[in-house]
């Protein structure tokens, strides 16, 4: 995960006027947000998620069948959110991590002050990574962060099998690159996504 600044495009603004406010429990079927959801989708993608996915950091293109919009706090729990724009977010459609786990997690609202929320939390406050490609709660965190740092993991699978295999080669690439004397900036020239764990990586290399 990573921090996402958000900014609302005047055209959702727009047509979120036009839902009627008796509709507020099927505003996301309402045909004036049908219109715009996959312009809406590769707006946020691009402008504010830099073509990752916000939790796992995988690069999803353009692509309508690799990702979806995710309304972070779920409709079916808090529908008065459903257009709240900072409650929107590009998730990639894995079934083994992300959106798709978070959804079929069984939530309650209560539950919601337990993960964290990248647009007003830094979740590398959270988390840290090893170089197998793990992910981790940070040693100097409060009881209450801890607690919530590693139920976000669990809700989004943060710690699935395949995103830690992927991330243990990344390290291994990135390691190499150090070894070579590569700024940061030139390894994100060849490495586009995961860039929490290889900014994480990095570091660490550079403190041995």
């Not at 309402?30 to 993608?45: F, H, K, V």
Request: proline share 3%.
């Amino acid at each position: 995960m990573f921090p996402i600044t958000k900014n609302e495009p005047a055209y959702f603004t727009q047509a979120k006027r036009k839902v009627s406010d008796s509709n507020v429990s099927d505003a996301w079927s309402d045909q004036n947000i049908a219109n715009i959801r996959a312009r809406l989708r590769e707006d946020i993608l691009l402008q504010e998620q830099s073509l990752l996915c916000a939790y796992c950091e995988k690069e999803i293109d353009d692509n309508p069948d690799k990702s979806n919009i995710d309304h972070y706090r779920t409709r079916h729990l808090f529908p008065k959110n459903t257009l709240d724009y900072n409650n929107l977010f590009v998730s990639c459609n894995s079934k083994v991590s992300c959106s798709y786990i978070k959804d079929n997690y069984k939530l309650e609202q209560n539950d919601y002050q337990k993960i964290v929320n990248p647009v007003v939390e830094d979740p590398d406050d959270y988390f840290e990574y090893g170089f197998a490609g793990d992910i981790l709660v940070k040693d100097n965190l409060s009881s209450s962060d801890k607690i919530k740092a590693e139920f976000t993991i669990k809700v989004f699978a943060l710690d699935n099998k395949s995103l830690i295999e992927t991330r243990k080669s990344l390290a291994l690439m990135v390691k190499t690159y150090v070894e070579q004397n590569y700024l940061m900036s030139e390894i994100f020239s060849y490495l586009n996504d995961y860039k929490s764990f290889i900014a994480n990586i990095y570091n660490k290399l550079q403190e041995q």
